[in-house]
């Protein structure tokens, strides 16, 4: 019954912006990003912890940037200056408080406890 939407991906081009939106159906501790290329393993965008403090993966740093509405439950992403190697299916992720996991900040696909269906980036050059 927990539930994960995304929403916002799309096709454009090197340079422009998407902004990815999940609707999450009840309160998490920590929610985050990550993303999945063809052929490649799943791996970490950014996340953000109940307080607000985020964590962004080297590779986006200065160009993504998560935000949250706790009212609404619901998680951004707002990515400009896309480039083409970042194309992917972007999941929305979420996870409860759990001392064995560390931080939001310091958890990895393992530390995640429920994923949306993804949604499909594109960049063409």
């Known amino acids: 019954q927990v539930l994960l939407v995304e929403s916002g991906g799309g096709s454009v081009q090197a340079g422009g912006s998407l902004r990815l939106s999940c609707e999450a159906s009840?309160?998490?501790?920590?929610m985050g990003w990550f993303r999945q290329a063809p052929g490649k393993e799943r791996e970490g965008v950014a996340t953000?912890?109940?307080?607000?403090?985020?964590n962004y993966a080297d590779s986006v740093k200065g160009r993504f940037t998560i935000s949250k509405d706790s009212a609404k439950n619901t998680l951004y992403l707002q990515m400009n200056t896309l480039k083409p190697e970042d194309t992917a299916t972007y999941y929305c992720?979420?996870?409860?408080?759990?001392?064995?996991?560390?931080?939001?900040?310091?958890?990895?696909?393992?530390?995640?406890?429920?994923w949306g269906k993804g949604t499909l980036v594109t960049i063409s050059s």
């Open positions: 009840v309160y998490f501790y920590c």
């Open positions: 992720a979420a996870g409860f408080y759990d001392l064995k996991r560390g931080s939001c900040s310091d958890r990895d696909v393992s530390g995640m406890d429920y």
């Open positions: 953000i912890d109940s307080l607000g403090t985020t």
